[in-house]
């Protein structure tokens, strides 16, 4: 990377976190000005509206290891498209690296940790869906690819890779990629992998009971036809805001979902309504609630997050 491209990153791509879809004030992100045209195009309906001033809330973001797409892995970025990783990891690219826990993670608010973790998804909003393990990992045409709907290999992330990553970016908690893995677990390592955290588990319960007992940062795992755990989640809560009072969530998937407008939202990361009659709603299977956990984490090690990801799911 050259001194003025690495001085942009640092001064800019970083100041204000706004998106393309118009959901958060301020300038476009590096990752944003990157987004397919497409994407572009599409203006969401919705709204986030933090409880929490945003630059709090980007806190140590424009410091390493955050600061650039380029440290998303602990492999060098000169190495992501070499033959060694073409062979070991194939279509899916470099794993995650393990973040640090975010600044002041002991003396911060439940609200303020929520808050944290949905401004850390957002920034990926319009960035499409691939089976890769990070959302900047962007392989050549050359490149091998597990085909999706989006027609094309381009850098992407999957639903479990991404709850996996926004937590890990956004707290340091870095949660397994795979998504019946991710979906199953009941203790995780805790802040910069340190300790064991105990996930809360929120069964299913009838819809107006269920969005009563949700809460901001919530991860649910989505059933497939068949039954199985297929996708995940984050119900975002008083910090969705919908024209309609739907409630709301922010996930990576296929195009066929549409707005409060009837407008259909773009394939990949984009916020999405939780309606009672959603496929989200209906093939619910559990929640996973984390955050509280990040008080109680004891001592001890749990074991490593497995990679892996999700199949994508079309029809609903």
Known sequence: ????????????????????????????????????????????????KFRHPEHELAEGFNENPWRSP????????????????????????????QYPPCPGIGRRSVEWLQDRVIYTASRWIGTPYQHHHIPDWNPPENWPWKKVAYGRNSKGVDCSNFSSFYYNYGLGIKLDTGIHQQGDRTTVRGPGGR??????????????????????????????????????????????????????VIDSTGGNHADSNGNKIPIGIHIRPFGPKSWYAQDLAHAHRIIHGISRVREGEAPPPEEGGAEEVNSY
Do not use: C
Not at 8 to 19: K, Q, T, Y
Not at 214 to 243: E, F, T, W
């Open 1 to 48: 990377m050259n001194h003025s491209r690495r001085h942009w990153l640092r001064s800019s791509a970083f100041a204000g976190f706004g998106v393309a879809t118009g959901l958060i004030r301020g300038p476009l992100t590096w990752r944003q000005l990157q987004a397919e045209p497409f994407q572009k195009s599409y203006e969401s309906p919705y709204r986030l």
């Open 70 to 97: 380029e440290f998303e892995s602990d492999i060098p970025h000169r190495e992501w498209y070499s033959p060694e990783i073409r062979r070991k990891f194939g279509p899916w690219g470099p794993v995650a690296r």
């Open 195 to 248: 300790g064991i955290l105990t996930l809360e588990r929120i069964e299913k319960r009838p819809y107006e009971e269920l969005v009563r007992t949700l809460q901001p940062a919530d991860l649910l795992y989505i059933r497939n036809k068949g039954g199985k755990i297929a996708h995940v989640i984050m119900y975002l809560g008083v910090v969705g805001q919908s024209p309609d009072g739907t409630p709301l």
